[in-house]
């Protein structure tokens, strides 16, 4: 079953529960559901549309945040399951400044990497290599991250928590639903070309009598 998301009575994210656990706060009137993940929980007697988002209906005060945890899969959603050297999938984690000269296991200092980047770079520096990355790791910031922090991801809550992330942020992690689909119209410059029309029938030609 799909994971759902949790928002407090001020529509602030809060966490991502189970399905189990979001239909319990449902049913016993301590969250009402927003969106439905359109799968059905079924019981001896009854069926439940299984939700996607859930809002409490009572506020909770939420003690003061600390910084996103660093764990790989948050590191690879903040890197986009890229590698910050060549681009190519994230399967590794490396640290830009190597451990062994001193470098802190940080988000200012954890990359997402791929085996090869991993194994060319192993205890150097980027300058010895002559590597730059497009920009330099820095901790995520946003309540959303909280919920993109988790790696779950589904376009019902796209809505929900655009307020709280960057414009970049929700267009990477957060797809919107439908995104799959063609849009119903396209923009100008990608209009399919018009099918060519048929020529008409060429039309009988009569002789014309010759005259003096």
């Known amino acids: 079953m799909p994971h759902v998301l949790v928002l407090n009575a001020s529509y602030e994210p809060l966490g991502v529960v189970s399905t189990r656990r979001a239909l319990v706060l449902v049913l016993n009137h301590k969250a009402i559901s927003l969106e439905d993940s359109g799968l059905f929980v079924h019981s001896a007697t009854s069926v439940v549309p299984a939700p996607s988002v859930v809002r409490l209906t009572r506020f909770v005060r939420v003690p003061f945040r600390g910084p996103v945890p660093l764990t790989r899969r948050a590191l690879f959603a903040r890197d986009g399951g890229r590698c910050v050297y060549c681009g190519a999938a994230a399967t590794s984690v490396d640290h830009v400044v190597p451990?062994?000269?001193?470098g802190a296991h940080s988000w200012d200092n954890v990359v997402a990497a791929c085996r090869r980047c991993n194994h060319v770079k192993a205890d150097r520096h980027l300058v010895e290599l002559g590597w730059r990355m497009k920009r330099p790791p820095a901790p995520p910031t946003g309540l959303a991250w909280r919920i993109?922090?988790?790696?779950?991801?589904d376009p019902r809550w796209r809505p929900y928590l655009e307020p709280f992330s960057t414009r970049e942020d929700a267009?990477?992690?957060?797809?919107?639903?439908?995104?799959e689909r063609l849009p119903a119209e396209l923009p100008p410059a990608q209009q399919p070309a018009a099918p060519p029309r048929s020529a008409p029938p060429p039309q009988p030609i009569t002789a014309q009598p010759l005259t003096a």
Do not use: N, Q, Y
């Open 99 to 102: 451990r062994s000269r001193g």
């Open 148 to 153: 993109i922090g988790t790696g779950h991801r």
């Open 171 to 179: 267009a990477v992690f957060l797809p919107e639903a439908g995104a």
